[in-house]
C-alpha cells in the first residue's frame, strides 16, 4: 500500500468522528450512526444498551460499518472518501478498559458524562475485512497489519503534517 | 407531529446529499455510502451494478437507510439528527423514470454523466418503517403520509423560509 493511500486514511480518521453501523434487527437489516475512536487496530463503540443497535449487536454480532468523509458543500456527494469493514463487536476485556476508554475519550471528549450511566458499554469492533475507497472506482483492500499501523492514534498524530492535524 | 420536526427533516433533507446503506452481503451484512433523492416518498438512488451493493440488493432487496446530518467541526458527534429506514428497493417503474431522472439531477447535478453508462440503474426504496432521531434520545416514529407530505422536493422548496433553502 502505498503512503499516499496510508495518509489519505489517516486524515479521513481525523475529520470523520461518527461511523456508520449495519446491523441485523429482529425484522431487517437496520443503518444507524455512533461515534467510534481507534484503539491497537479495533474500531471502539460506547453504546447504550437501550439503543436498537446494541440489541441488535448482541443478537448478532457481525455488522458492517463505515467510516465517510464527512459532506462539504463545494465537494461532489459522488466520491465522498470512505472505510467499509466487516467483523465482529465484542465486550472491551476488563484489563484493555482503562486504556481504551482513555484513548475514546481523547477522540470523543463530549462521552465524558455517559461513562457515569451504567447503560453504556465500551465494545470493540475486530475487522475481518477492510476496504478502502478513495473515490469513483478507486478501491484497496487493506490488511490487518496495515490497518492496525494506519489506525493507531499516536501513529496519526506523529505522521500527519501539523497543517492536517 | 408538530410542524417543528417537519421542519428539521426538511433541513436534514437539503444539507445530507448522501445516505448509508445496510444491506445483506454474501457473507455479512455491509454499510455502504451513496447520494440520494426524493421522489413522490420515495427514495431514489442511482446505482452501478457493478458495485457491491446493488448485487447485495438484487439478491436482498429489503435493506437499512440512514439519513444524517453531515458532521460539523463545532458540533457534538454524540446527537447528529438523522432518519433511520427499513424498506425494499425496486427499480423504478418505467413510466415514472423521467420524472425520477429529473428530480434526481435536481438533486445530484454531477451525477449526470453517469446516465451515460449502461450499468447505473436508477433504483428506489419504498420504506415501510421511519424514524426519526432529533437528538439525544428524541425518537419519533414518522408514518408514510407523513413522510411523503415532508419529502417531497416541491413541498421543501415552497416550505422553507428563503435563508434555509
Known sequence: MSNNVALHIQQLL???RVCFLATQGKHSIESSMAPYATHQGHILLHLSSLARHTQNIHHHPNIGLMICSPEAANESPLAL?????????????DERLAAAKHVYLETIPDAEPLFAFADFKLLRMTSAHIQWIGGF??????????WHNISDRGTIEKRLPPSQS
Do not use: E, H
Request: aromatic residues 4%.
Open 14 to 16: 481525523k475529520k470523520a
Open 137 to 146: 472506482g478507486l478501491t484497496k483492500k487493506i490488511s490487518m497489519q496495515q
Open 81 to 93: 472518501p470512505r472505510l467499509s469493514f466487516q467483523g465482529k463487536v465484542s465486550a472491551v476485556p
